[in-house]
């Protein structure tokens, strides 16, 4: 069992729908959690970046974290055909020793919000 | 634009051959990370360089290497190469030297280096 999973769709919606992106994870350790988000042929880009558990909102984009139920979740609102990209969910714990701090990646959900 | 470049950006090559992929930060950027992609193990990070030096090490076969040059670019030189090894390779920037570069988890992603082992 992978340490980080996301389902990894595809995700279609109408344009202008509430999407809704999970990630679960299994080490109790993770302590920061991010969002990236990777559109066709290009790298990863960092969307958004919580620490601990609550919520983050930036925009259209809110981030949640559950750490009693090791559960993240980004909710992209009005979502736009722009919003189509592979969104990667990332965590790592913190700590001095490099175990602590590798970032480790969801294997991505694919969106496609459809105009 | 991350600001980090990778070179070349598609590769098609035959199985036991060897290819060097480079890679150049942002300005400023001190730290180095190589990931690879692919569609069944998503984003694996495989080592990291720091003004350098090797910093860490991930899930990096031992035909892999690597290294970063006194001008801060690094090369990822995958050798012996296997149908297994096609997949999208990233090098990432920060400035900071932690595995996540930093407490904001930033890290710099070029376009990647498509690589296709026939």
């Known amino acids: 069992q992978k340490e980080v999973e996301q389902d990894p769709g595809p995700l279609s919606v109408p344009e202008g729908a509430i999407v809704s992106l999970n990630c679960t994870y299994s080490?109790?350790?993770?302590?920061?959690f991010m969002w990236y988000r990777q559109y066709s042929r290009k790298g990863p880009e960092l969307l958004m970046y919580?620490?601990?558990?609550g919520n983050k909102e930036d925009g259209r984009f809110t981030a949640q974290v559950d750490k009693s139920s090791k559960y993240i979740s980004l909710f992209i609102r009005d979502s736009q055909p722009s919003d189509s990209a592979t969104y990667l969910c990332a965590m790592r714990g913190v700590g001095r020793n490099n175990a602590g701090n590798m970032l480790t990646f969801g294997g991505g959900t694919r969106l496609m919000v459809k105009p | 634009d991350s600001g980090v470049t990778q070179t070349p950006k598609h590769l098609i090559t035959a199985t036991g051959q060897r290819v060097t992929l480079r890679c150049s930060p942002r300005?400023?950027?001190?730290?180095v990370y190589w990931y690879q992609q692919s569609l069944d193990q998503g984003l694996q990070f495989l080592i990291q360089y720091y003004n350098g030096e090797e910093r860490a090490k991930g899930n990096i076969l031992e035909r892999f290497s690597a290294q970063q040059f006194p001008d801060l670019h690094s090369e990822l030189n995958l050798s012996s190469l296997e149908l297994g090894d096609s997949a999208l390779y990233f090098c990432?920037?920060?400035?900071?030297?932690?595995?996540?570069?930093?407490?904001?988890?930033?890290?710099?992603f070029g376009e990647g280096s498509r690589l296709t082992v026939l």
């Open positions: 919580t620490y601990s558990s």
């Open positions: 300005s400023g950027d001190l730290s």
């Open positions: 080490n109790s350790a993770f302590q920061y």
């Open positions: 990432a920037s920060s400035a900071r030297g932690g595995l996540a570069g930093g407490s904001t988890g930033e890290l710099f």
